[in-house]
Each structure stands twice: as C-alpha cells, then as structure tokens.
C-alpha cells in the first residue's frame, strides 16, 4: 500500500509541474484583423517553420491538399459578400484548404471546421487558382499577409520557403456608397466633405465634386483638410488660379493648427500647378 501511495505521490507530482510548465508553442498562432471594403477581414492560422527542412514539393507534396499552416484548420471571414480569386464569395467564415504546385496552387474555401482529416467534396464552397512564384530568399515561418489595398480590392499572401502564392479579394462597394451618397444628400445635414472626398478619389462627375467640395469649405471655413480637397477639385477641374488659392489658404491653416504633413502635401500640390 505504502508503494501504491508513493506512486500516486509521484505521479501527481509530475502531473502539476507539467501544468503548471509553460513553453513556446511550435507553430504559433495568428490572427490578421484587415479592414477592407465597407468591412474587414480575418485570418486565423498557425505559423510552422522550416526548422532546416525543404518545405515544398516535400514536407507539403506538390498537388496534395494542405492545410494551409499547422495545427487546426486555417479560417477566413468576410465581413461582405466579396470576389475571391474570381469566383463570388458570400460573407461568413471558410476554412482554407490549399493544393500547392509549382507554379500556381489550387486555393479550396471550403465550410467552417473542415480540414484536410475530415475532407469531401460537399463541403468545398469554390475552388480557385493562386498564382505562385519563387521568391530570390527564404522565408523561415510560414505567413500569411493581406496587402495591395485599395478602396475595393487586395492581395492575400502566402508566403514559406521561397515561395509565395497570391490571390486577389474585391467588394463591389460602389452601388451601395452610391446609394447612400443619393440618400444622405437629400438630408439637411449633408456629409458633403465625405461625399466629395468619394467622388475625388474614385474618378467621378469633376464638376459635382468641386460643388461639394466648396459647400463643404463654406461650413467648415478653418478645415486645412477641406480646403486641401478642395484645392484638389479646383485641379481636376482645370480652374488653376482657385487651386492656387485653395491650397494656400489649406497650407496656412495647416501651419496654425501645427499639422506639417499637410503643409507639405499643399506644397507639394502647388508643384504641380
């Protein structure tokens, strides 16, 4: 009895100390928060590492499905209906499934929980290629990166080894700003600075967008932001010497409120006029 007592002693011992002993995961966990569009997007993943092993076409056979990092499924979540890799894409969260090859990979967007262990068919959501290249150094721990942004589009990255693999994410955001910018500007308090900073940027009527762009520097008479714009405006318009005299008066108020970044982009504005 004394023996079994010991036993237990020891072995409860042992126990304890191997809860109460912290080490590094392996294959760290990540989680990527990208807003993106009129929404975000998260990734979460675990990042394996070389560890002096050849990775692709070895470790990850070519044309064999992959997780996509380590440990539990790698999961993606839309905050909007997107395009992925050229394929529609309803909002929610998709585990990411990945066949790599040489020269391209085969990018599987399958159901939330499935993995390469409980794989079918039924639970691939689309499927789509993602161009593949080798890079001229090494990357030691496997990483995903969201980059490329613009107003309605990025780059999602998959980057181990030397080699990366990219695909592209669009939102098509312009119907739906269209119609709020329709809406709000039927309202008394209308987000003109807002609606004409869209207009700019997205290439639409010149003419609308320099009328908002002035309303907005009427009631906001000390914005150096609202003159910048629309100094700007004034620009694309053709109207020199009131683009002249926009970014002047925006550089001036930029230099009283201490803001030197806009200061330099009105300098640098007036470069070019």
């Known amino acids: 009895m004394k023996k079994i007592l010991l036993?237990?002693?020891?072995l409860f011992s042992v126990q304890v100390s191997a809860q109460n002993l912290r080490t590094p995961a392996p294959s760290p966990k990540q989680t990527?928060?990208?807003d993106f569009a009129l929404s975000s997007i998260e990734i979460n993943y675990s990042r394996p590492s070389m560890k002096g092993r050849e990775i692709f076409g070895s470790l990850v056979?070519?044309?064999e499905k992959w997780r996509t990092g380590a440990n539990g499924p790698t999961t993606i979540k839309f905050g909007q209906d997107v395009t992925v890799g050229g394929k529609a894409v309803k909002a929610g969260t998709y585990s990411i499934i990945t066949a790599p090859g040489k020269s391209s990979w085969d990018v599987m967007l399958c159901t939330e929980g499935t993995s390469v262990f409980n794989f079918k068919d039924e639970k691939v959501v689309t499927t789509f290629k993602a161009e593949a290249m080798t890079m001229p150094f090494k990357v030691e721990t496997f990483t995903i990166m969201i980059d490329n942004?613009?107003?309605n589009s990025c780059e999602i990255?998959?980057?181990w080894e030397n080699t990366?693999?990219?695909?592209t994410v669009t939102a098509d955001i312009d119907s739906e700003i269209m119609t709020q910018i329709d809406n709000v500007m039927n309202k008394d308090?209308?987000?003109y600075f807002a609606a004409a900073s869209y207009y700019y940027e997205n290439g639409k009527d010149v003419n609308k967008t320099?009328?908002?762009a002035k309303k907005a520097a009427e009631a906001q008479p000390d914005a150096y932001w609202v003159k910048h714009l629309l100094a700007k405006a004034n620009a694309k318009a053709g109207k020199k010497a009131d683009a002249i005299a926009a970014a002047k008066a925006s550089m001036e108020a930029a230099k009283k409120a201490g803001n030197m970044d806009y200061v330099r982009l009105n300098e640098n504005l007036l470069k070019t006029l």
């Open 7 to 10: 036993g237990l002693a020891v």
């Open 32 to 34: 990527i928060t990208q």
């Open 61 to 63: 056979p070519y044309g």
């Open 149 to 151: 942004m613009t107003n």
């Open 157 to 159: 990255d998959l980057i």
């Open 164 to 167: 990366a693999a990219a695909f």
């Open 189 to 191: 308090n209308k987000p």
């Open 210 to 212: 320099l009328e908002w």
